[in-house]
Every structure is written in structure tokens, then in C-alpha cells.
């Protein structure tokens, strides 16, 4: 079947296909336009049952739309009610959303008695609706509130995880009115491909540049993606940074920016990139991005402009301090809807409004230093917080001569919140300095120290708007703080002498928490595991670099073997050799077996990165190692991994040598993963010199222990395709290459899902499917990058293509029609894509 690997919230939609097609239509519109994902069961793959389709669907959705007119809807022979009620029974655990057509004088009386079952059902919501336009204005309506009140707590924003759209502000923008105007001309003009908002921290950057992307993101066809370099502090690593962004794999072999490069250029797409001031020396990179991918507009937020070819400055004002035809500024307004937000009885008033306009003059309508002052009415009434602002915030006061007043300004008004905190909330506030991007409350627990309620101290600090509640993908509370206000929070924690100690606390937590992940990382709970640690990428990273500034290689180590799934499967190779080599630099602080699973590292990170010769250095002494620690399946599969790359460079004595060990080390190559990868490396080694039949023995023997790895599963599936399609056996082959697609769906895998689009539409050209092989061929080069398939090309030989060329495809099929395909499977989607693969058309898809 097939899974959508998107992680935002997904949307059921349960409705007849054919009375209601209108209104399936309306409502899809409303969800993307929630930047939500519609889950229609049009969109599945037609091989399977209907029922076990979108039980599937119904599984993997978090939200339950149904929409009812007159029919009840198709019914299985032998059910004895229809595929609507099954669904709206289903989805009970779901929020459900109901509507229903009126007037519908000819509804059926089973649907009539299943409407009446589910008004008097509870937890629903229920409503009528007469147009289709009608339907999509209530649905948007519904889900907003519903995203507000389940499942996006934060009263701002919904952050997106590192790969996907552009955040989703939750409030109205107070003030930018002529700036939106302003941005918007300048990103949908095709003579501006990249704008830069500059501005000093806290003037509202971030939050304009979520907005203008959102006005324009549906211009774009390929949609707008968010990269934030908050906690990316050397210029070298943008490029990394920017590829998790854009959900693009890297490996050591090529630069990061070639990868993106490649993956962009035949795009047409809005990439938002927050804070780049503290890398400002990468402003190249953007702009050969921009030379590499014409239909690429950039929008960045930094301090200072780039300085890059092509770049147009839009300097963010701070907001009116003064009114305009209103009775309060836009200044003013911004500190009331932030203190109803803390204090829903606030209101301005006659007797408050003064007050309100000075704090917004006094703090020279800096936003971030407005909502810090309105955070205080939960406490202190407007002119006691502008009393207050008068002892402490002495313009001309504090701060270098060269630093801005506004920037002053700013951070004393920070200064002034903290001071506001009790002892213990202070103490809670200084620690959290140490965390890099979000965190979950089990994390804040590690590094708060002895203390009765941590969460209490969270509360006040999210209350008083020095902590930013952000919810995951899977429903998980997250707290970040704003750089601006890190950074004061970590001159606070070094001042105090704790900075050590609460960091060693912090590496340890997580630490914990990889050792916690490793046994899962190899079952069905990877692709949830694997969103986690992309969450947690970058505390992960500062947990590193804290043991091995503290000369601890062990810990590297440890978190490396935890999480190595990780490294390769998430985009990161590049990053995880760099970590592997310093590990092995120390290697006298390591004992013998310590050393053999650092270089079996080493070299499977060398191997999917593409250097062979550099994994078999890894891997040769690293056999010994692991055999003498007793670690029958790695030493198996490492002395099979040097008989494959000994074949490759033409070495057939040394690869017959090792794979005589291969046959010593078998019987302990054991039922997982390891052994799973073990036996297709020796049926990758039988197909290279002919010998069919023992490659097939091998890869039984291979996807019988693959169990639920899905590395293991991919790699049995793609060299047992290359097996039946050698042989001759067509239907075998199909078989074999849609169960490993489906599997790289399940896991996102761009990379392992465009090696199989490849292999299927080399196939349809054998068949006669013409039209389809040029989508699937299309969609296969959108999604392939220098990079994003190195990992697979690490486990197996490349396809056999024995089908059609492009040109005999193209003349059979004529020009117009070859170019018309070939556009439409550039524009697919993973999930879209595979379903033309499984056999649904990619316009119900």
C-alpha cells in the first residue's frame, strides 16, 4: 500500500466519489490551503482492496473529514453496510468533522439512519452546508480552530519539521500591512530572484518573511520550503544545513551545494532562510544556487545584507508608534493582542491607552520588545509596566556607543523579564542556554538540576514569553527559546560557573536518549524514530562536539553506533565520516573492540559515501576486531563487504579468499539485519559473475531475515528484481521492485524511491506502457540528486536496463505526447509517483 511520507497533519476525507465530486474537490482546496495533506482514497493503489485501503489511509491520518449528500455509498458483496459508515466508524479515536448537504430530498434512508446515529454520537462536529464554496469556507474555518485548540498550542506559530513547508503563523500580523504589499512585489517579481530582509534582532524579520511566503507560496509550483540557521554557527556547515532544510541528501563524495543544486534545477520554488547573519561569509552559496536553478527565488532574513548578485534589500521598520486614523498605533495594538493572549480579560481602554502608546514609543516599536513588555499584564496593569520601564530601561545607559539604541533597547527589556522571574525560574531559564534548536520537557528535566517542579519554572517562562512552545509532527510538546534571548541566556549560564556542569548534563541526556532509540531504529518504529532524531539533529550534534572537545571518543562512539541509521538514511553521511574520523584519531583512548566497531563505522560511511577504497581500509582491520569480540553477524558482513569491493577492482583471489571466511563466518551471521544484508551481498557477488541460481538462494535467504529493517528490506527487493528480470520473469520483477518502492515510500527515502521509478519505468517501456515510463522516468531525474542514491549504490549493482531508449520511446510515442508526459512526471510527488507506479492515474493520484 501506498504510505505518504509528508509529516504534516493529515486529513481523511470520507464522501461518495462520483455524487459529491465537487465538494471533495472544495474540500481538499481547504486543507492544502491549512497546509494540511487531503487523504483521498483516489489516491491509492488500485491492486488493493478498497476496504484495506483506506483502513491504511484512516491509519496513518490524525483528522477525520465527512461530507454526505443523498447516497449511502458503495457496499462489498456480502457487507451489509456501506464503505462511509465503515470509515466514520474507524475514525472514532480521530477528531471527526461532519458535513451534510442540504437540501437532499432523495437520500437514501440508510444514510438518513446512519446521519442520525452520528448527531447523536459526541465529539463531533456537525453542520450544513447548501454550495460547494460554502462547504470549503466552513472546513477551513473548523480545522483552524481545531489546530489551535488540539494541536498546535503555540499562539504564534506551527513549526514545521526540519524538511517541509514554511511555518504557519496562527495570528494575525499586526502593522506590516505596506511592508507585505512591498515583499510580495518584489518575490513574485521574476526580475528579483532573491530578497534579503535586514533588520536588528527582535524587529519582526522572521515573522514578515513567514507571512510574505505564505501570500505568495501558491505562485510557486513546487510550493516554499523554511531553512533555519538559528544554531548553525560556521559558514562551512550552511551547506548541510541548508540540505536538511530542503529535505536533500548529501554524502562526503560532493560538495552539499551540488546536491541542492541538482535537486533544484528543474524547480520552481520559494526557499525562506532565517537568520543568516551569523554565517554571512556562506552568502556565495546562495547565490550560486541561484545561478544553478533559475526557477529558484530566495527569500532570507539576516542583520546585514549578502552582498550577493541579484539581491534586493528590504530593511524591516520597526511598527508605527503612532497612529494613523486609529485610536491606537499598530505598535500599541501588537502589546494588546499579546497581553490578551497571557490575560484574556485585557482590554484598551480610555484609562490605559496612554500608557500602552508610551511603553510602544519607549521601546521604539521593536516587536519582540513590545510582546516581552505585554507579557507583564498578567501581573502589573500598563502604567505600572511603563513605571517599571523607566527605572530600568535608560535608552542612552547600557551598551557599547556602536551598538544600536534599539538593540539596547532590546536587550535590557530582556534584562527586565528575567529580573521579573523568581530565583529558581532564573536558574531554570540560565540552563536552558545549552540546548540547540527545540526540546522535549523529558530534556529540560535532564539539564534543571535538583528542584521540585521544573515544569512549573517551564510554565512561567512560556507565560512570560522567554520560552516559545513548539509542537512536533507526532503531537510532542517542544520549547525553543529565540536566539536573541539564548543568546543573553548563555552569557547568564557561563557568568554563573555552571556552563560546565549543565552541559556535561546535556550531552549525557542525550546520549541517553540514542542508546534508548538504537534497538527500534531497525524496526517498524524507524520512520518515527528517525523524525525524532531529526528533531533532536542538533542537540545531538552539540552532545558530540561537547564529548569530543572533552576528549571523550568513547561517547562519540556510542552515539554514533546508536544512531547510524540515521546518519545515512536522513541526508547527513557527510557529517557522520566527519565524527567517525575524529573518533578514530583518538583511538589510543579505545580498546581493540572499541576500535573494531569504529572502523566498521568508518567504513560503511566511507561505503555509502561512495569511496570504496577508503572502506576497505576500514573495514580490513576491523574483521579481526569483531571476530575476536564474537560478533559473528558484523565480522560476516564486513568480510563479505571487502569480497564485493576486491571483485570491483578486479581482484578475484582476494575476493575468493574472503569468501571463504564469508562461508566460515555464516552460521553466525544469525536472523537480523546484519545477516539480511550479509546474504544479498553474497547474491550481489553471484549475479556479478553469472551464477543465477545461487544469487536467488541467497536473496530468499536475505528477505526471510530482512524482518522489518527497511535498509534490509530495500536491498533484498531491488537485487531480487535484478535477479527476475535476468531470468526473464517480468511479473516476478514488478512484484519485487513495488514491494521495495512501497517500503521507500514508507521511509521517505527520495533517493531509494527515484532507483526504483528508474527500474519500474525500464520496465514499462518492455511492456508496452509507454506514456507511463516516460512519467515514471520523469519523476525518477526530479527526484535524483549526486547524493540522495549513493547510499543504495553502497548495497547494489546498478539496473540492467534492457527496455527502450528515450528516442525509440519518443518517436513511438510522437513529440507532443513525450514532452506532455515527461512534464507531468516531473511534477509528481513522492506519493503521487507511486501511485502511477502502482497503477493510478497521477491526476486522481
Known amino acids: 500500500m501506498i504510505l505518504t511520507p509528508d509529516q504534516r497533519l493529515r486529513v481523511f476525507v470520507s464522501s461518495s466519489m462520483t455524487e459529491l465530486a465537487a465538494e471533495r474537490a472544495a474540500v481538499s482546496a481547504a486543507v492544502s490551503r491549512m497546509r494540511l495533506v487531503p487523504v483521498m482514497f483516489e489516491q491509492g493503489a488500485r491492486p488493493h482492496p478498497p476496504r484495506d485501503l483506506y483502513r491504511a489511509y484512516l491509519a496513518q491520518s490524525q483528522i477525520f473529514v465527512g461530507v454526505y449528500g443523498e447516497s449511502y455509498g458503495w457496499t462489498a458483496p456480502g457487507a451489509d453496510r456501506s464503505g462511509l459508515a465503515d470509515e466514520f466508524d474507524l475514525a472514532r479515536t480521530l477528531p471527526r468533522l461532519i458535513y451534510v448537504k442540504e437540501p437532499s430530498p432523495g437520500r437514501d434512508p440508510r444514510l438518513e439512519r446512519l446521519l442520525a446515529a452520528i448527531r447523536s454520537t459526541g465529539h ?10 460554502e462547504l470549503r469556507a466552513y472546513v477551513e474555518e473548523d480545522l483552524a480552530l481545531l489546530l489551535s ?6 499562539p504564534y506559530v506551527a513549526w514545521p519539521e526540519a524538511t517541509g513547508g514554511v511555518p504557519v503563523a496562527l495570528t494575525p500580523l499586526v502593522g506590516r500591512a505596506d511592508d507585505l504589499v512591498a515583499v510580495e512585489a518584489l518575490l513574485t517579481d521574476e526580475h528579483v530572484p532573491l530578497v534579503t530582509l535586514v533588520g536588528p534582532g527582535g524587529i519582526g524579520k522572521t515573522r514578515l518573511a513567514m507571512a510574505s511566503a505564505d501570500r505568495v507560496a501558491e505562485r510557486f509550483p513546487d510550493g516554499a520550503r523554511y531553512v533555519d540557521l538559528s544554531t548553525v554557527s560556521d559558514p562551512e556547515l550552511v551547506g548541510e544545513a541548508l540540505a536538511r532544510g530542503l529535505g536533500v541528501r548529501t554524502s562526503g563524495s560532493v560538495p552539499p551545494v551540488a546536491d541542492i543544486a541538482s535537486w533544484l534545477r528543474s524547480k520552481r520554488l520559494l526557499m525562506v532562510v532565517d537568520n543568516f547573519e551569523q554565517v554571512t561569509d556562506a552568502a556565495p552559496t546562495v547565490g550560486q544556487l541561484l545561478r544553478a536553478a533559475p526557477g529558484l527565488t530566495a527569500l532570507v532574513t539576516s542583520r546585514a545584507p549578502l552582498r550577493v548578485a541579484g539581491e534586493w534589500v528590504y530593511a524591516v521598520p ?14 500599541a495594538q501588537l502589546f494588546a493582542q499579546r497581553a490578551r493572549a497571557v490575560s484574556a480579560s485585557f482590554t484598551l481602554t480610555p484609562a490605559n491607552s496612554a500608557a500602552v502608546d508610551e511603553i510602544a514609543r519607549r521601546l521604539d516599536g521593536l516587536p519582540l520588545a513590545i510582546e516581552l513588555a505585554a507579557a507583564r499584564t498578567v501581573l502589573l496593569p500598563p502604567a505600572e509596566i511603563l513605571d517599571r520601564l523607566g527605572d530600568r530601561l535608560g535608552l542612552l545607559t547600557t551598551g557599547a556607543r556602536d551598538v544600536p539604541d534599539r538593540h539596547r533597547t532590546l536587550r535590557d527589556t530582556i534584562a527586565w523579564s528575567y529580573h521579573l522571574l523568581g530565583a529558581d525560574e532564573r536558574d531554570l531559564f540560565d540552563r536552558f542556554a545549552v540546548f540547540a534548536g527545540t526540546c522535549d520537557l523529558a530534556a529540560i528535566e535532564a539539564v534543571a538540576g535538583p528542584r521540585p517542579d521544573p515544569f512549573a519554572g517551564v510554565e512561567a517562562l512560556v507565560e512570560s514569553s522567554l520560552l516559545v512552545q513548539r509542537p512536533s509532527p507526532d503531537g510532542e510538546a517542544r520549547f525553543a527559546m529565540l536566539d536573541t534571548i539564548r543568546a543573553f541566556a548563555r552569557e547568564r549560564l557561563r557568568d554563573s560557573g555552571d556552563w560546565p556542569a549543565v552541559s556535561a548534563a546535556h550531552a549525557r541526556h542525550y546520549l541517553e536518549l540514542t542508546e534508548e532509540f538504537a534497538p527500534r531504529l531497525n524496526t517498524s518504529a524507524a520512520p518515527r524514530l528517525l523524525r525524532r532524531l531529526e528533531l533532536e539533529h542538533d542537540n545531538v550534534v552539540a552532545a558530540i562536539d561537547w564529548f569530543h572537545a572533552h576528549d571523550d571518543p568513547v561517547a562519540v562512539l556510542e552515539i554514533m553506533w546508536a544512531t547510524w541509521l540515521f546518519w545515512w538514511r536522513s541526508g547527513h553521511v557527510e557529517q557522520g565520516d566527519r565524527y567517525m574520523s575524529q573518533v578514530l584519531d583518538r583511538a589510543d583512548l579505545l580498546d581493540d573492540v572499541q576500535i573494531g566497531m569504529a572502523l566498521m563505522l568508518a567504513g560503511g560511511v566511507a561505503l555509502v ?15 579481526p576486531r569483531l571476530r575476536a569480540s564474537g560478533n559473528g553477524p558484523l565480522a560476516a558482513l564486513a568480510a563479505v563487504t571487502i569480497a564485493q569491493l576486491a571483485l570491483e577492482h578486479g581482484d578475484e583471489q582476494r575476493a575468493d579468499r574472503y569468501l571463504r571466511e564469508c562461508g566460515e563466518l555464516a552460521a553466525g551471521a544469525g536472523d537480523g539485519w546484519e545477516a539480511s544484508l550479509f546474504y544479498s551481498r553474497l547474491a550481489l557477488i553471484a549475479l556479478r559473475r553469472g551464477r543465477l541460481g545461487d544469487a536467488r538462494d541467497n536473496l530468499r535467504a536475505a528477505r526471510e531475515r530482512s524482518g522489518t529493517d527497511q ?13 527476475a528480470v535476468a531470468e526473464g520473469r517480468l511479473d516476478e520483477t514488478r512484484r519485487h521492485l513495488l514491494d521495495g518502492l512501497s517500503v521507500t515510500v514508507a521511509a521517505g527515502d527520495e533517493g531509494g524511491l527515484g532507483t526504483f521509478l528508474a527500474a519500474v519505468a525500464d520496465l514499462d517501456t518492455r511492456t508496452g506502457d509507454l506514456e507511463r515510463a516516460v512519467r515514471l522516468a520523469a519523476a525518477a531525474q526530479a527526484l535524483h540528486t549526486p547524493s540522495n542514491e549513493m547510499w543504495m549504490r553502497g548495497f547494489v549493482s546498478p539496473w540492467p536496463v534492457t527496455g527502450l531508449d528515450a528516442d525509440t520511446v519518443r518517436a513511438r510515442l510522437g513529440p507532443a505526447t513525450y514532452d506532455a508526459a515527461w512534464q507531468t512526471g516531473a511534477r509528481l510527488s513522492m506519493a503521487d509517483a507511486a501511485a502511477d507506479a502502482f497503477g493510478s492515474s497521477p491526476e486522481a493520484a
Not at 463531533?124 to 464554496?133: E, L, Q, S
Not at 577508503?614 to 576491523?622: G, K, Y
Open 609 to 623: 559515501s561512495g569511496q570504496s577504497e577508503r572502506a576497505e581500509r576500514m573495514l580490513e582491520p576491523a574483521l
Open 124 to 133: 463531533v462536529t456537525y453542520r450544513r452546508f447548501g454550495t460547494a464554496d
Open 149 to 154: 485548540e488540539r494541536f498546535l498550542p503555540s
Open 318 to 331: 520597526p511598527l508605527p508608534t503612532v497612529a494613523d486614523d486609529q485610536a491606537n498605533s499598530p505598535a
Open 711 to 723: 535498509l534490509a528490506m530495500v536491498v533484498a527487493e531491488y537485487l531480487s528484481a535484478i535477479c
